[in-house]
Protein backbone atom coordinates (compact mmCIF):
# COMPACT_ATOMS: atom_id res chain seq x y z
CA UNK A 1 0.00 0.00 0.00
CA UNK A 2 2.70 2.62 0.87
CA UNK A 3 4.40 1.58 -2.06
CA UNK A 4 1.19 2.73 -4.20
CA UNK A 5 1.23 5.79 -2.18
CA UNK A 6 4.59 6.69 -2.95
CA UNK A 7 4.04 5.96 -6.71
CA UNK A 8 0.53 8.72 -6.71
CA UNK A 9 2.61 11.19 -4.52
CA UNK A 10 5.39 11.05 -6.93
CA UNK A 11 3.10 11.56 -9.92
CA UNK A 12 1.71 14.09 -8.47
CA UNK A 13 4.84 16.02 -7.54
CA UNK A 14 5.58 15.41 -11.21
CA UNK A 15 2.20 16.39 -12.90
CA UNK A 16 2.21 20.05 -10.37
CA UNK A 17 4.64 21.98 -11.89
CA UNK A 18 3.30 22.00 -15.57
CA UNK A 19 -0.48 23.03 -13.86
CA UNK A 20 1.27 25.59 -11.98
CA UNK A 21 3.07 26.72 -15.36
CA UNK A 22 -0.16 26.32 -17.34
CA UNK A 23 -1.63 29.48 -15.46
CA UNK A 24 -3.23 31.65 -17.40
CA UNK A 25 -1.59 35.10 -17.01
CA UNK A 26 -3.92 37.69 -17.81
CA UNK A 27 -2.08 40.55 -19.31
CA UNK A 28 -3.72 43.66 -20.31
CA UNK A 29 -1.58 46.37 -22.60
CA UNK A 30 -2.79 50.03 -23.10
CA UNK A 31 -0.93 52.53 -25.55
CA UNK A 32 -1.68 55.83 -25.93
CA UNK A 33 -1.34 55.19 -29.98
CA UNK A 34 -0.15 53.64 -32.43
CA UNK A 35 3.48 54.53 -34.23
CA UNK A 36 6.65 52.52 -34.61
CA UNK A 37 8.66 53.47 -31.71
CA UNK A 38 5.48 52.33 -29.14
CA UNK A 39 4.98 49.22 -31.36
CA UNK A 40 8.46 48.42 -31.56
CA UNK A 41 8.22 48.40 -28.10
CA UNK A 42 5.40 46.44 -27.78
CA UNK A 43 6.60 44.07 -29.67
CA UNK A 44 9.77 43.73 -27.88
CA UNK A 45 7.61 43.31 -24.30
CA UNK A 46 5.82 40.26 -25.65
CA UNK A 47 8.72 38.91 -27.54
CA UNK A 48 10.92 38.39 -24.68
CA UNK A 49 8.09 36.77 -22.59
CA UNK A 50 7.71 34.44 -25.63
CA UNK A 51 11.42 33.86 -25.27
CA UNK A 52 11.16 32.90 -21.40
CA UNK A 53 8.53 30.40 -22.08
CA UNK A 54 4.86 32.59 -21.91
CA UNK A 55 3.29 31.76 -24.90
CA UNK A 56 0.26 33.69 -26.47
CA UNK A 57 -2.83 31.27 -25.79
CA UNK A 58 -1.14 28.58 -23.66
CA UNK A 59 -0.14 30.46 -20.26
CA UNK A 60 -0.43 33.72 -21.63
CA UNK A 61 -3.13 36.29 -22.80
CA UNK A 62 -2.56 39.75 -24.25
CA UNK A 63 -5.91 41.74 -24.30
CA UNK A 64 -4.17 44.84 -26.23
CA UNK A 65 -5.64 48.00 -26.33
CA UNK A 66 -4.93 51.90 -28.23
CA UNK A 67 -6.18 54.75 -26.55
CA UNK A 68 -5.62 56.29 -30.23
CA UNK A 69 -4.21 59.63 -28.51
CA UNK A 70 -7.33 60.42 -26.48
CA UNK A 71 -7.06 60.69 -22.28
CA UNK A 72 -10.91 59.46 -21.69
CA UNK A 73 -10.22 56.70 -24.38
CA UNK A 74 -7.40 55.81 -22.16
CA UNK A 75 -9.45 56.08 -18.95
CA UNK A 76 -11.76 54.02 -19.78
CA UNK A 77 -9.62 50.73 -20.67
CA UNK A 78 -7.97 51.63 -17.73
CA UNK A 79 -10.99 50.99 -15.82
CA UNK A 80 -11.58 47.73 -17.83
CA UNK A 81 -8.50 46.04 -16.95
CA UNK A 82 -9.04 46.87 -13.25
CA UNK A 83 -12.91 45.13 -13.57
CA UNK A 84 -11.23 42.45 -15.80
CA UNK A 85 -8.99 41.71 -12.93
CA UNK A 86 -6.08 41.61 -14.98
CA UNK A 87 -2.73 40.16 -13.41
CA UNK A 88 -0.42 42.52 -14.70
CA UNK A 89 -0.52 45.58 -16.66
CA UNK A 90 1.55 47.26 -19.36
CA UNK A 91 1.36 50.68 -20.15
CA UNK A 92 3.49 52.03 -23.32
CA UNK A 93 3.90 55.85 -22.72
CA UNK A 94 2.88 58.63 -19.74
CA UNK A 95 -0.57 59.12 -20.64
CA UNK A 96 -1.67 55.68 -20.04
CA UNK A 97 -0.10 54.80 -17.47
CA UNK A 98 -0.97 57.86 -15.13
CA UNK A 99 -4.42 56.03 -16.43
CA UNK A 100 -3.68 53.17 -14.78
CA UNK A 101 -1.78 54.42 -11.84
CA UNK A 102 -5.71 56.47 -11.19
CA UNK A 103 -7.45 53.01 -11.49
CA UNK A 104 -5.42 50.63 -9.31
CA UNK A 105 -2.95 50.71 -6.44
CA UNK A 106 -3.03 46.68 -6.31
CA UNK A 107 -2.37 45.28 -9.77
CA UNK A 108 1.51 45.52 -10.66
CA UNK A 109 1.43 48.12 -13.49
CA UNK A 110 4.43 47.69 -15.79
CA UNK A 111 5.23 50.89 -17.71
CA UNK A 112 7.49 51.69 -20.51
CA UNK A 113 8.37 54.85 -23.21
CA UNK A 114 8.09 56.67 -19.84
CA UNK A 115 9.93 59.97 -20.15
CA UNK A 116 9.79 61.05 -16.55
CA UNK A 117 7.99 58.80 -14.04
CA UNK A 118 9.43 60.76 -10.82
CA UNK A 119 8.03 64.28 -12.29
CA UNK A 120 4.77 62.20 -13.38
CA UNK A 121 4.55 60.93 -9.82
CA UNK A 122 4.13 57.21 -10.94
CA UNK A 123 7.31 56.20 -8.90
CA UNK A 124 8.88 57.71 -5.68
CA UNK A 125 12.09 57.10 -6.90
CA UNK A 126 13.71 54.93 -10.35
CA UNK A 127 15.58 53.01 -7.48
CA UNK A 128 13.14 52.02 -5.26
CA UNK A 129 9.50 53.25 -6.78
CA UNK A 130 7.63 52.66 -3.41
CA UNK A 131 4.01 52.28 -5.51
CA UNK A 132 2.47 49.28 -7.88
CA UNK A 133 4.40 50.71 -10.59
CA UNK A 134 8.34 49.76 -12.24
CA UNK A 135 9.33 49.26 -15.46
CA UNK A 136 11.35 51.32 -17.96
CA UNK A 137 11.98 54.81 -18.51
CA UNK A 138 13.32 56.21 -22.67
CA UNK A 139 14.25 59.95 -20.90
CA UNK A 140 16.19 60.72 -23.66
CA UNK A 141 19.45 62.22 -24.21
CA UNK A 142 18.65 65.71 -24.90
CA UNK A 143 21.92 67.75 -25.02
CA UNK A 144 23.50 65.37 -27.20
CA UNK A 145 20.54 65.20 -29.40
CA UNK A 146 20.40 68.83 -29.75
CA UNK A 147 24.22 68.71 -30.22
CA UNK A 148 23.58 66.96 -33.68
CA UNK A 149 22.80 70.45 -35.43
CA UNK A 150 26.58 71.38 -34.40
CA UNK A 151 27.79 68.17 -35.38
CA UNK A 152 26.49 68.25 -38.78
CA UNK A 153 27.34 71.45 -39.47
CA UNK A 154 23.99 73.55 -39.16
CA UNK A 155 24.34 76.90 -37.95
CA UNK A 156 21.01 77.67 -35.55
CA UNK A 157 20.27 80.38 -33.67
CA UNK A 158 16.53 79.71 -33.46
CA UNK A 159 15.38 76.06 -33.03
CA UNK A 160 11.43 75.33 -33.01
CA UNK A 161 10.05 72.45 -30.75
CA UNK A 162 6.90 70.98 -31.65
CA UNK A 163 4.66 69.25 -28.83
CA UNK A 164 1.58 68.36 -26.79
CA UNK A 165 1.55 70.52 -23.66
CA UNK A 166 -0.52 68.15 -22.17
CA UNK A 167 1.90 65.18 -22.01
CA UNK A 168 3.79 65.41 -18.89
CA UNK A 169 7.02 63.78 -20.69
CA UNK A 170 7.26 66.60 -23.21
CA UNK A 171 6.67 69.18 -20.97
CA UNK A 172 9.78 67.51 -18.58
CA UNK A 173 11.66 67.52 -22.39
CA UNK A 174 11.25 70.73 -23.40
CA UNK A 175 12.55 72.20 -19.92
CA UNK A 176 15.82 70.14 -21.31
CA UNK A 177 15.58 71.38 -24.62
CA UNK A 178 15.46 74.92 -23.42
CA UNK A 179 17.96 74.75 -20.84
CA UNK A 180 20.72 73.04 -22.97
CA UNK A 181 19.37 75.70 -26.27
CA UNK A 182 20.85 78.22 -23.42
CA UNK A 183 23.78 76.87 -23.47
CA UNK A 184 24.38 76.40 -26.69
CA UNK A 185 23.94 80.22 -27.21
CA UNK A 186 20.11 79.61 -29.11
CA UNK A 187 16.57 80.69 -29.10
CA UNK A 188 13.93 77.48 -28.64
CA UNK A 189 10.27 79.03 -30.29
CA UNK A 190 7.84 76.80 -29.02
CA UNK A 191 4.88 75.16 -31.41
CA UNK A 192 1.97 73.07 -28.72
CA UNK A 193 -0.51 70.91 -30.12
CA UNK A 194 -3.55 69.02 -28.84
CA UNK A 195 -4.02 66.89 -31.29
CA UNK A 196 -2.36 65.11 -34.31
CA UNK A 197 -4.38 66.88 -36.26
CA UNK A 198 -3.13 70.28 -35.40
CA UNK A 199 0.71 69.32 -35.99
CA UNK A 200 0.48 70.27 -40.13
CA UNK A 201 -0.63 73.78 -38.72
CA UNK A 202 2.35 73.64 -36.00
CA UNK A 203 4.79 73.18 -38.11
CA UNK A 204 3.85 75.93 -40.88
CA UNK A 205 3.99 78.79 -37.74
CA UNK A 206 7.73 77.64 -37.68
CA UNK A 207 8.59 78.63 -41.15
CA UNK A 208 10.62 81.65 -41.32
CA UNK A 209 11.14 81.73 -37.72
CA UNK A 210 13.73 78.75 -37.15
CA UNK A 211 16.75 77.60 -38.46
CA UNK A 212 15.95 74.34 -37.48
CA UNK A 213 13.44 71.86 -35.50
CA UNK A 214 13.68 69.48 -32.76
CA UNK A 215 10.87 66.95 -32.32
CA UNK A 216 11.31 65.36 -28.44
CA UNK A 217 9.99 62.01 -28.14
CA UNK A 218 6.04 63.47 -27.90
CA UNK A 219 3.01 60.39 -28.84
CA UNK A 220 1.18 63.30 -30.86
CA UNK A 221 3.58 64.73 -32.86
CA UNK A 222 5.33 61.65 -33.56
CA UNK A 223 2.51 60.41 -34.31
CA UNK A 224 1.73 62.86 -37.58
CA UNK A 225 5.67 63.32 -37.99
CA UNK A 226 4.72 63.24 -41.85
CA UNK A 227 3.11 66.55 -41.72
CA UNK A 228 6.26 68.23 -39.80
CA UNK A 229 8.75 66.45 -42.40
CA UNK A 230 6.42 67.52 -45.57
CA UNK A 231 6.67 71.84 -44.50
CA UNK A 232 10.83 70.61 -43.53
CA UNK A 233 11.14 69.46 -46.91
CA UNK A 234 9.26 72.23 -48.70
CA UNK A 235 11.23 74.82 -46.41
CA UNK A 236 14.81 73.21 -46.20
CA UNK A 237 14.51 72.87 -42.25
CA UNK A 238 16.47 70.23 -40.92
CA UNK A 239 14.41 67.82 -38.01
CA UNK A 240 16.28 66.41 -35.28
CA UNK A 241 14.37 63.96 -33.59
CA UNK A 242 14.32 61.92 -30.27
CA UNK A 243 13.70 58.47 -31.42
CA UNK A 244 15.48 56.52 -34.35
CA UNK A 245 12.28 55.28 -35.88
CA UNK A 246 11.64 59.17 -36.68
CA UNK A 247 14.56 58.90 -38.81
CA UNK A 248 13.43 55.81 -40.77
CA UNK A 249 10.48 57.74 -41.56
CA UNK A 250 12.65 60.62 -43.18
CA UNK A 251 13.84 63.03 -39.97
CA UNK A 252 17.34 64.13 -40.49
CA UNK A 253 18.77 62.22 -37.45
CA UNK A 254 18.59 61.10 -34.32
CA UNK A 255 20.76 59.80 -30.85
CA UNK A 256 18.40 57.75 -29.21
CA UNK A 257 17.08 54.67 -27.73
CA UNK A 258 16.00 50.95 -29.88
CA UNK A 259 12.28 50.80 -28.47
CA UNK A 260 12.23 47.29 -29.30
CA UNK A 261 15.50 46.70 -26.96
CA UNK A 262 13.88 49.05 -24.46
CA UNK A 263 10.66 46.66 -24.94
CA UNK A 264 12.59 42.98 -24.44
CA UNK A 265 14.29 44.92 -21.49
CA UNK A 266 10.77 45.81 -20.03
CA UNK A 267 9.78 42.42 -20.87
CA UNK A 268 12.35 40.81 -18.51
CA UNK A 269 10.80 43.21 -15.65
CA UNK A 270 7.41 41.54 -16.19
CA UNK A 271 8.68 37.77 -15.79
CA UNK A 272 10.04 39.39 -12.50
CA UNK A 273 7.05 40.34 -11.34
CA UNK A 274 5.04 36.92 -12.53
CA UNK A 275 7.45 35.18 -10.60
CA UNK A 276 7.06 37.42 -7.01
CA UNK A 277 9.03 40.62 -7.64
CA UNK A 278 6.99 43.41 -5.78
CA UNK A 279 7.03 46.36 -7.96
CA UNK A 280 7.84 48.90 -4.95
CA UNK A 281 11.15 47.45 -4.57
CA UNK A 282 12.37 46.73 -8.29
CA UNK A 283 14.26 49.83 -9.50
CA UNK A 284 12.85 51.30 -12.76
CA UNK A 285 15.73 50.70 -15.84
CA UNK A 286 17.01 52.94 -18.38
CA UNK A 287 18.22 51.64 -21.52
CA UNK A 288 22.09 53.11 -21.73
CA UNK A 289 22.82 51.70 -25.10
CA UNK A 290 22.62 54.96 -27.37
CA UNK A 291 22.33 54.66 -31.65
CA UNK A 292 22.49 57.12 -34.11
CA UNK A 293 20.47 57.53 -37.15
CA UNK A 294 21.30 59.56 -40.22
CA UNK A 295 19.08 59.95 -43.36
CA UNK A 296 21.20 61.30 -46.60
CA UNK A 297 17.93 61.19 -48.49
CA UNK A 298 16.04 63.49 -45.87
CA UNK A 299 19.73 65.58 -45.67
CA UNK A 300 19.27 66.57 -49.10
CA UNK A 301 15.45 67.55 -49.15
CA UNK A 302 16.86 69.39 -46.36
CA UNK A 303 19.96 70.95 -47.74
CA UNK A 304 22.28 69.48 -45.55
CA UNK A 305 25.58 68.00 -46.14
CA UNK A 306 26.31 65.47 -43.77
CA UNK A 307 30.11 65.40 -42.55
CA UNK A 308 32.04 62.18 -43.53
CA UNK A 309 32.95 61.51 -39.73
CA UNK A 310 29.19 61.20 -39.36
CA UNK A 311 28.39 59.01 -41.23
CA UNK A 312 31.06 56.65 -40.80
CA UNK A 313 30.13 56.06 -36.64
CA UNK A 314 26.52 56.06 -37.23
CA UNK A 315 24.54 53.27 -36.18
CA UNK A 316 22.33 53.76 -39.08
CA UNK A 317 22.58 55.09 -42.53
CA UNK A 318 19.72 55.52 -44.60
CA UNK A 319 20.57 56.28 -47.95
Known amino acids: MKKYLSIILLGMLLVLPN ?31 KELGYIEGKNIEYDIQIAQGNIATANQIAKKFVGDKKDIIIAIATPTALAV ?25 LERPGTN ?26 IGVIYNAGEANSRTLVKLTKKYSKKYGWNVVEATVTNSSGVLMAAK ?14 NTVVSALEAVLQVAYDNKIPVITGDTDSVERGALASLGINYYKLG ?12 GANPATTPVET ?10 KAAKKMGVNVPKKMIEKATKVIK
Open 264 to 275: LQTGEIVYKIIH
Open 101 to 125: ANATKKIPIIISAITDPVGAKLVKS
Open 287 to 296: LKDLELFINL
Open 19 to 49: FVYAKMIKVGITQIVEHPALDACRKGIIDKL
Open 205 to 218: SLVGRVDGIYIPTD
Open 133 to 158: VTGTTDMSPVKEQLNLFNELNIKVKN
